[in-house]
């Protein structure tokens, strides 16, 4: 039976946090601490210091604080769960975190991984599932 995706919306971000994540674990971060990154780059959204070498764990640490005192909570591994990977159900693991893993993998930043799927720079943007799938193999090719 297909996998059902038209039902999956994947917004920036989804994106921005499973990318970090992808990132972070390329990096040799444990699974947990991966996640965690995820959030907070994705809390902070576009002024996540993404691509650039030399950030250091004081970075890190700041972006977190500066992240839980705007989301008021918090950031673990499970906020990432909650508000990224479970929302998208068997999608996330099946397709979405694959996709983005290879993505990163072949060295693209987080702005040319938006450009390629294509997700519309309006404020609330979102992608179906088929959408997602359709332009990130595309770009993968």
Do not use: C, N
């Amino acid at each position: 039976m297909a996998e059902k995706t038209g039902d999956v919306s994947i917004g920036k971000f989804d994106i921005l946090a499973t990318y970090t994540y992808a990132k972070a674990l390329l990096d040799g971060l444990d699974d947990a601490e991966a996640r965690e990154r995820g959030m907070v780059a994705a809390v902070m959204g576009a002024k996540a210091k993404l691509g650039r070498p030399g950030g250091t764990t004081k970075d890190y640490h700041d972006d977190k604080s500066a992240a839980e005192k705007k989301k008021k909570s918090t950031i673990t591994a499970g906020s990432f769960d909650k508000q990224v990977a479970d929302k998208m159900g068997p999608f996330f693991d099946d397709t979405f975190l694959p996709a983005i893993k290879k993505l990163a993998e072949a060295g693209l930043s987080y702005d040319e991984v938006k450009r390629l799927v294509k997700i519309p720079r309006v404020w609330g943007a979102k992608l179906s599932g088929e959408k997602f799938k359709e332009r990130a193999a595309v770009a993968k090719k």
